[in-house]
């Protein structure tokens, strides 16, 4: 969902109508769930493009390589099964919630957000494009037409985890998701991890994935692996679903068996 100057751009709408509560909406709504380019999906010559009109579902069904793994289990959590066959996973992103499930796996992807308006085209590090809760990079007119995933990180091996207080239909505790390459002995040659809901926008975790580089299955069974430093660039809060203290801890252990989880679906 986007905010023009007279009018709110959507897709799914699965953010927009919540947020309503019992009023109507304050202007026109423009649904884009009609227009054939922005519901394109698949490979392009610069990697892997998902559009703007995408849903859930679609993503779930799609056949696509093993470095989306890691986004289909999310897509797998995005509410009941009626919401994933609305909601699109850029409304998501462009919904820019600390818990948007999509999120993390996408910056585990490097993924970038095309954007479209009346002074173009232009792409954007989705970094870049979330600046805090509700609050993205977009400029007045434009709209997200996809996400594009470049080719180098689209056949490794991905996973991701959430924990919530019951098993669906909840809004993240915390989240994980990790991308990895490993060489021809089973150990990481190169990592991504980012986790969601444990702070302002998700966030990767550098540190720790330069701990991760040539570790194998074996020292990931350290229940220890992952260290407080590692997570520095965390912020989690505490409120009805959880203390921060408690969420350091889970997050802890859902790194670990997260890229526990990506590990073991690497080729030999």
């Not at 304050?26 to 698949?42: C, H, K, P, Q």
């Not at 919530?164 to 150990?187: E, F, H, K, N, T």
Request: positive net charge.
């Amino acid at each position: 969902m986007v905010e023009g100057a007279r009018a709110r751009v959507v897709a799914g709408g699965t953010d927009l109508f919540p947020q309503l509560g019992d009023r109507l909406p304050d202007g026109d709504l423009v649904d884009l769930g009609r227009i054939r380019d922005l519901n394109e999906m698949g490979q392009c010559p610069d990697g892997w493009l998902i559009g703007a009109g995408t849903t859930w579902s679609e993503i779930l069904r799609a056949e696509m390589p093993s470095g989306f793994d890691g986004l289909k289990a999310a897509a797998r959590e995005v509410g009941s099964v009626q919401i994933q066959n609305r909601a699109t996973l850029v409304g998501n992103i462009c919904n820019a919630s600390p818990a948007a499930d999509g999120i993390p796996p996408l910056l585990t992807l490097n993924a970038k957000v095309i954007l479209v308006g009346p002074r173009g085209t232009r792409r954007m590090d989705l970094p870049d494009f979330l600046r805090g809760p509700r609050q993205t990079g977009m400029r007045q007119g434009e709209i997200v037409a996809g996400v594009l995933v470049p080719r180098g990180v689209c056949e490794r091996s991905a996973a991701f985890r959430k924990l919530g207080a019951r098993r669906y239909l909840v809004i993240s505790i915390a989240m994980v998701a990790a991308v990895l390459r490993c060489d021809a002995a089973g150990r990481i040659a190169n990592a991504r991890v980012a986790v969601g809901a444990a702070s302002p926008v998700a966030r990767r975790l550098p540190a720790l994935e330069a701990a991760l580089e040539g570790a194998d299955a074996a020292a990931l069974a350290d229940p220890g692996f992952v260290r407080p430093e590692h997570l520095a660039p965390l912020a989690p809060v505490s409120d009805v679903r959880g203390s921060a203290e408690y969420r350091c801890d889970a997050i802890a252990e859902l790194c670990r068996r997260t890229v526990l989880d990506a590990l073991s679906r690497s080729p030999r």
